[in-house]
């Protein structure tokens, strides 16, 4: 089924949807941004997986970032906007519902680079492991005041997740990719106050 609701074939193969959403806001740079796009337009995916990006403005944006998503437009699949700042939460929010139904979501931020085999690494984990429907990975965080890079681990399996919870974030929100029935439960991230991604993750345990 597409994000749509329908059935796609392609060469006699079902097609599988997988979508990143991801929010901009006029704090983000456009160098940043421009690059955190390439690398999610240039991944690698399996051969059944059709890759759609939809992206959230989040209020008004600098001429610059403007420049940027006239650059990428092309290649973006829908392009939501909100007149005020809504924050992450309620912009992804708007993207989840516009997209229900597809079998995978892919979360990125605009500062972000995601490695040339990330999908295709995750898809296939959760391929081979039905019984998981959240998987993320170690991120390199890099210091532009120091140019120096560390690398940031989480939960890895072992152990009981809702324990890790209480102490720290399980799952980097940029190395995420969740099943589709996840959202078909939640309906989206809560939109209470604090913060959107400590309380998606107490959604989920």
Same mark, same amino acid.
């Given at each position: 089924?597409? *994000?749509?609701?329908r059935?796609?074939?392609?060469?006699?193969?079902?097609?599988?949807?997988?979508?990143?959403?991801?929010? !901009?806001?006029?704090?983000?740079?456009?160098?940043?941004?421009?690059?955190?796009? *390439?690398?999610?337009?240039?991944?690698e995916?399996?051969?059944?997986?059709?890759?759609s990006?939809? !992206?959230?403005?989040d209020?008004?944006?600098?001429?610059?970032?403007?420049?940027?998503?006239s650059?990428f437009?092309?290649?973006?699949?829908?392009?939501?906007?909100?007149?005020?700042?809504?924050?992450?939460?309620?912009?992804?929010?708007?993207?989840? &519902?516009?997209?229900?139904?597809?079998?995978?979501?892919?979360?990125?931020?605009?500062?972000?680079?995601?490695?040339?085999?990330?999908?295709?690494?995750?898809?296939?984990?959760?391929?081979?492991?039905?019984?998981?429907?959240?998987?993320?990975?170690?991120?390199?965080?890099? *210091?532009?005041?120091?140019?120096?890079?560390?690398?940031?681990?989480?939960?890895?399996g072992?152990?009981?997740?809702?324990?890790?919870?209480?102490?720290r974030?399980?799952?980097?929100?940029?190395?995420?990719?969740?099943?589709?029935r996840?959202?078909?439960?939640?309906?989206?991230?809560?939109? *209470?106050?604090?913060?959107?991604?400590? &309380?998606?993750?107490?959604?989920?345990?």
């Open positions: 089924m597409d *994000s749509r609701g059935m796609s074939f392609t060469h006699g193969r079902q097609v599988r949807h997988a979508v990143v959403l991801m929010s !901009l806001y006029r704090g983000d740079r456009p160098d940043y941004f421009r690059e955190a796009l *390439s690398s999610v337009l240039d991944q995916l399996p051969v059944d997986i059709q890759l990006v939809y !992206l959230a403005v209020g008004p944006i600098s001429t610059e970032l403007e420049d940027v998503l650059e437009g092309p290649r973006l699949s829908a392009v939501s906007r909100s007149p005020v700042n809504l924050g992450l939460g309620e912009s992804l929010n708007r993207l989840i &519902s516009e997209t229900r139904g597809s079998d995978f979501f892919f979360f990125m931020d605009a500062d972000d680079v995601s490695l040339p085999g990330r999908f295709k690494s995750q898809i296939d984990f959760l391929d081979k492991n039905p019984g998981v429907d959240i998987v993320g990975g170690s991120i390199v965080e890099f *210091s532009d005041a120091s140019g120096q890079a560390r690398r940031t681990t989480f939960f890895n072992k152990g009981d997740v809702r324990k890790w919870l209480c102490w974030v399980p799952v980097a929100h940029p190395s995420v990719c969740f099943r589709g996840v959202f078909d439960i939640l309906r989206g991230y809560p939109t *209470s106050n604090g913060n959107e991604d400590i &309380s998606l993750w107490f959604a989920c345990a």
